[in-house]
């Protein structure tokens, strides 16, 4: 236990928890003391286990995330906070780091890349001088956020294959005047199914979209009124909007 790092994690639901303890195992260096859903019982278990890093949710049942935090950060300076939530508004993340947080990760989240990152989290130089690190959002995650906000589920097949989709219009966007010949094609085979199975799954996924009635979060996430009332987009246009809009944002770039 002395070698392993020892993780305390408070999140909303029993599924979020049993993620984190499978995710954080022995084997990869990890020691997870607690994972619970209750944030009284986070406070003590802080004080009982002292755990070298604590992984928190802002979105809490019953309780404000941020003021466990700080509560948690007075009975031990030394602790490492993660926040690791579905809230990931600027407001919240600066809001964290007033509250006491030293790294903030938007779910979903990569397994492998949490991982590292809370593995390095005694060495990083940036810690050494007291400053919050903040990585770089990946492409696939900042998608994926944008799916569950405009209403897409990830449990849904036109989930996968609509990333996979505006991934490779970010990587190359002529792709998207071949969507029949190369898109659908190049998605299909990369998941062992046929183009008009993919075609017609990202279709069912942008309609779930709009039968959930998210039309004002996509014109607020594109920055525009691109569609009203029952204004919808084809596969090819919903996946040029979003990889323009990660283009935009830089994250074409290496």
């Known amino acids: 236990m002395d070698n392993l790092i020892k993780l305390l994690a408070l999140q909303n639901s029993e599924e979020a928890c049993k993620e984190l303890e499978k995710t954080f195992c022995e084997k990869d260096g990890f020691a997870v003391v607690a994972a619970v859903t209750d944030a009284i019982s986070a406070i003590s278990l802080a004080a009982e ?12 049942k019953g309780y404000d995330g941020l003021s466990v935090i700080d509560r948690i950060k007075n009975m031990n300076k030394g602790i490492k906070v993660v926040v690791l939530s579905s809230l990931c508004s600027e407001d919240a993340v600066k809001r964290s780091v007033n509250a006491g947080a030293d790294y903030f990760v938007a779910k979903p989240f990569e397994e492998k890349t949490l991982k590292e990152l809370v593995k390095n989290i005694k060495t990083a130089t940036d810690m050494k001088s007291g400053q919050p690190i903040f990585r770089k959002v990946s492409l696939e995650e900042k998608i994926s956020k944008i799916f569950i906000n405009v209403g897409i589920p990830p449990h849904i097949k036109g989930y996968v294959f ?15 005047n071949n969507i029949t010949k190369k898109l659908y094609p190049t998605i299909g085979k990369r998941y062992d199914t046929t183009p008009s199975k993919v075609e017609r799954a990202i279709r069912h996924a942008i309609e779930v979209a709009w039968n959930r009635g998210r039309i004002e979060n996509i014109n607020n996430i594109l ?6 009332g029952t204004d919808k987009p084809t596969n090819g246009e919903f996946i040029a909007l979003i990889a323009d809009k990660m283009l935009l944002e830089g994250m074409g770039e290496n």
């Open 49 to 60: 286990k002292k755990p070298d890093v604590f992984v928190t949710e802002l979105v809490l």
């Open 162 to 176: 609509l990333r996979e989709g505006v991934k490779m219009a970010v990587e190359d966007p002529n792709v998207i």
């Open 223 to 228: 920055g525009v009124r691109a569609y009203v």
